[in-house]
């Protein structure tokens, strides 16, 4: 085969995995709006919090992402509400991570059961096994 046709057949494969797969990284439109969508979260954030609240949002979001976008998502609503008088410093976001994280924290409790198995007294427990 040429390499024109081998190379028209791997885009034609790879354009059919990600219609299988439902991958939206093939789809311009949509790599567009999400660009649009963080850059505005980025600009939203950057108003609302000071240098060092950033530093620690974003060394969160290294380490636990879904907390961040809590984090980000809840400072974003009270931005849009009007609940933020200024720029949040790092230990107003230490108050709000703590509150996150009570609002998600996961609660575990082990159940024990316990079994009795009653016995007459007297019986021969091995009366099956002796007969057979």
Not at 25 to 46: H, T, W, Y
Request: glycine residues 6%; hydrophobic residues 35%; contains cysteine.
């Amino acid at each position: 085969m040429a390499d024109e046709e081998l190379e028209a057949l791997r885009k034609q494969r790879l354009t059919e995995l990600q219609a299988k797969h439902g991958d939206p990284s093939g789809d311009p439109v949509q790599q567009e709006a999400k660009q649009r969508e963080s850059e505005m979260r980025n600009s939203i954030l950057a108003q609302v919090l000071d240098q060092a609240a950033r530093a620690r949002l974003s060394n969160l979001a290294l380490v636990k992402p879904e907390k961040a976008k809590a984090v980000e998502n809840y400072l974003i609503q009270m931005a849009r509400f009007g609940q933020l008088g200024g720029k949040v410093s790092e230990q107003g976001l230490i108050e709000i991570l703590e509150k996150v994280s009570q609002q998600t924290e996961k609660k575990t409790t082990v159940k024990v059961s316990f079994f009795q198995r009653q016995c007459k007294l007297g019986s021969n427990l091995f009366s099956d096994n002796a007969e057979k």
